[in-house]
C-alpha cells in the first residue's frame, strides 16, 4: 500500500503541477495582451503640454497675459549681487513676441515699480523654449529656458543669463 500512496501522490503533484503552469500561462497570455492594447493606444510622442490628441507645443501655445512671481539673486552693479522678489504681467502674443511689466524689491536697490519691458520667444514643439527679454536702460538682454505645464496655463522659467543671475518665475495664465 505504501507504493500505491507513493505512486497516488506523484500523480497528484504532477497534476498540481500541470494546473499551476496552465493558470500562470493564461495569466502571461492575458497580461501580455493588456499591456499590447495598452501600447496600441497610447499615442506617439507625448509632450509636457499634450492634450492627448497628439498636439505638441508651438509658438502659438503660449497666447494673452500671464501673471508672475518672481525671485532669486541678481546683479546689483560691478560685482555685487542681491536678493530680490516681484510680480508682474506678461503678454504673450502667439507668434513669439511678448511684452512685460513688473514690480521688484532687492536687498540693495530697494523697490521698483512698473518697469516695461519686451522681448522674444520661441516654443519648441516638446514644450520647452527660450525667451530673450530687452529691459529699456539695461545694457545686456535677459535670457531664460523655460518649460509650459498643465496645457499652457503655467510657464515654469529659469534665467540663463547674464551671470551671477539665479532667477526663476512661475507664471500663470490669467
Known amino acids: 500500500m505504501q507504493l500505491h500512496s ?10 498540481k503541477i500541470k494546473t499551476v503552469r496552465r493558470h500562470r500561462v493564461i ?8 499591456v499590447a492594447m495598452v501600447v496600441v ?8 503640454q499634450d492634450d492627448g490628441r497628439g498636439r505638441a507645443c508651438a509658438n502659438a501655445t503660449l497666447r494673452g497675459d500671464y501673471g508672475f512671481i518672481v525671485s532669486g539673486i541678481r546683479g546689483a552693479g560691478p560685482g555685487v549681487a542681491e536678493s530680490f522678489v516681484g510680480t508682474g504681467l ?3 502674443d502667439g507668434h513669439g513676441n511678448f511684452t512685460h511689466v513688473d514690480s521688484s524689491h532687492g536687498q540693495l536697490t ?11 520667444y520661441e516654443v519648441n ?27 499652457g496655463a ?6 540663463m543669463s547674464p551671470q551671477p543671475n539665479l ?7 490669467q
Do not use: K
Not at 110 to 120: K, N
Open 110 to 120: 530697494g523697490a521698483a515699480r512698473d518697469r516695461e519691458a519686451f522681448g522674444t
Open 27 to 34: 495569466q502571461a497570455a492575458v497580461a501580455t495582451g493588456v
Open 90 to 92: 506678461r503678454t504673450y
Open 41 to 48: 493606444t497610447v499615442p506617439r510622442g507625448l509632450t509636457a
Open 6 to 15: 507513493s505512486v497516488t501522490d506523484e500523480s497528484m503533484r504532477t497534476t
Open 167 to 173: 532667477v526663476t518665475a512661475i507664471a500663470r495664465r
Open 125 to 151: 514643439a516638446n514644450c520647452t523654449g527660450t525667451a530673450r527679454m530687452t529691459v529699456p536702460g539695461v545694457p545686456f538682454p535677459v535670457e531664460s529656458s523655460f518649460v509650459i505645464v498643465d496645457r
Open 154 to 159: 503655467q510657464v515654469n522659467e529659469a534665467v
